[in-house]
């Protein structure tokens, strides 16, 4: 079992930045592939970024690259998304996951945890 916490959402003017942070524990923590997804209300769960085992390899949805950043402290066993940038189309219940593969995933049914989200609302 993997357990996850998100934490660092809350309430920003468009334009501002945010810091998600997901804190694990559990199983061996660079063993996992991890996400970070979200879901608005009324809309389905969607990709958002995905960084490997490492912090080698990351890839992004288009709607977020060049303003999101995902990264990883596997000593910390901690993920962490920056968000710069802001605009309302963001606001949404941000989760993240953790996929038992070394390589970068975006299908959500490749990951076997899930946190229970953190949210973030930005005002236009």
Do not use: H
Request: proline content about 3%.
């Amino acid at each position: 079992q993997v357990q996850l916490v998100e934490s660092g959402g809350g309430l920003v003017q468009a334009g501002g930045s945010l810091r998600l942070s997901c804190a694990a524990s559990g199983r061996t923590f660079s063993n996992y592939a991890m996400g970070w997804f979200r879901q608005a209300p009324g809309k389905e769960r969607e990709f958002v970024a995905v960084i490997n085992w490492n912090g080698g390899t990351t890839y992004y949805a288009d709607s977020v690259k060049g303003r999101f950043t995902i990264s990883r402290d596997n000593a910390k066993n901690t993920l962490y998304l920056q968000m710069n940038s802001l605009n309302p189309e963001d606001t949404a219940l941000y989760y993240c996951a953790a996929a038992p593969r070394r390589g970068i995933t975006t299908i959500p049914g490749a990951y076997d945890y899930w946190g229970q989200g953190t949210q973030v609302t930005v005002s236009s």
